[in-house]
């Protein structure tokens, strides 16, 4: 996003993707590596590198801009892991539920 910070852009996903708001971290977790796919017919794709951020989540909305194309769904940090293919983003991902503070009750406890 052009004349954003990595973290805000970070922030403004959270918000489109899954309905999220809160407060992010400046400071990134870490980053990770994958292809993301363009074109499946004539198999094109692009090698994309990520920064993943924390953000405090403070509330979640029932209506969002992508809550007709995305199902918003909480898991342990063990299952979220488990859940995606790339091995560097599965590590960030254990590593941070390995090192976060207990959720307040508006979120599962120890979930991500």
Same mark, same amino acid.
């Given at each position: 996003?052009?004349?954003? &910070?990595? +973290?805000?852009?970070? =922030?403004?996903? !959270? ?9 992010? &971290?400046?400071?990134?977790?870490? /980053?990770? +590596? ?19 951020? !924390?953000?405090?989540?403070? &509330? ?7 809550? =007709? /194309?995305?199902? =918003? ?8 892991? =488990? ?15 390995? +090192? +976060?503070?207990? !959720? ?9």
């Amino acid at each position: 996003m052009k004349d954003r &910070s990595f +973290a805000e852009a970070a =922030r403004i996903e !959270a918000w489109e993707e899954a309905g999220v708001t809160g407060t992010i &971290s400046e400071t990134a977790l870490g /980053q990770y +590596a994958y292809d993301k796919v363009i074109c499946r017919e004539a198999d094109l794709a692009q090698a994309c590198e990520v920064e993943v951020f !924390a953000l405090k989540v403070a &509330s979640l909305a029932r209506k969002y801009p992508e809550h =007709r /194309q995305r199902r =918003r769904k909480w898991f342990s940090p063990e299952k979220a892991a =488990r859940k995606v293919d790339e091995p560097e983003l599965r590590q960030l991902i254990l590593d941070f539920g390995a +090192a +976060a503070p207990a !959720a307040d009750a508006s979120m599962p406890e120890g979930h991500i």
